[in-house]
């Protein structure tokens, strides 16, 4: 098993993984590098995997309805990447430009459906840090809608961010709640 997955995976990504549980993600995961400049996901693109940034600093970008490219977050190492498309198998929801030189590992989705199929403890550990990341920016984005709604001079914008924020609310419920 490389050191770096398991320094990287046991204290920032899966906090509490047995040794067992480090070596049997590090096998089921491949090593992917990217240059500064390259992407290492698209927008709208099929799901590869989840991506483990292990090195390094992305850039995340969604396109705009002028085809300009909107800078969301630059986000360093250690974190996951493509999380939300593991998890639903909806195309990426926006782009990874790698800002620097950039090391990971990679869970492809059909090592992740073969761990899921064994009941691994170890993915449902790593399953549960997904979904403290992803709670982490969905705060992150409520706050930025409610600085959207509060500033007066975008009272039109206010209105357009509601219908945006009850549609994602819709979103939200898990299939297995509703009715």
């Not at 630059?74 to 090391?103: F, Q, Y």
Request: charged residues 25%.
């Amino acid at each position: 098993m490389p050191a770096d997955f398991s320094r990287i995976v046991r204290p920032g990504l899966t906090r509490g993984l047995t040794p067992d549980q480090v070596q049997e993600l590090a096998n089921a995961t491949i090593r992917a590098r990217a240059g500064a400049g390259d992407i290492v996901m698209a927008e709208g693109e099929k799901v590869e995997g989840l991506f483990l940034l292990m090195e390094g600093t992305v850039d995340i970008l969604k396109s705009r309805p002028d085809g300009g490219l909107e800078l969301l977050n630059t986000v360093e190492a250690p974190t996951v990447l493509g999380e939300m498309s593991i998890l639903t198998d909806l195309p990426h929801s926006a782009s990874v430009r790698a800002r620097t030189n950039c090391d990971f590992y990679l869970l492809t989705r059909p090592q992740f459906a073969r761990l899921l199929e064994r009941d691994s403890t170890a993915l449902y550990k790593l399953i549960l840090t997904i979904a403290e990341v992803v709670s982490r920016r969905l705060y992150r984005v409520d706050d930025r809608l409610l600085d959207l709604l509060s500033r007066s001079e975008r009272a039109p914008l206010a209105e357009e961010v509601a219908a945006l924020k009850e549609s994602l609310q819709a979103a939200w419920v898990p299939r297995s709640f509703e009715t």
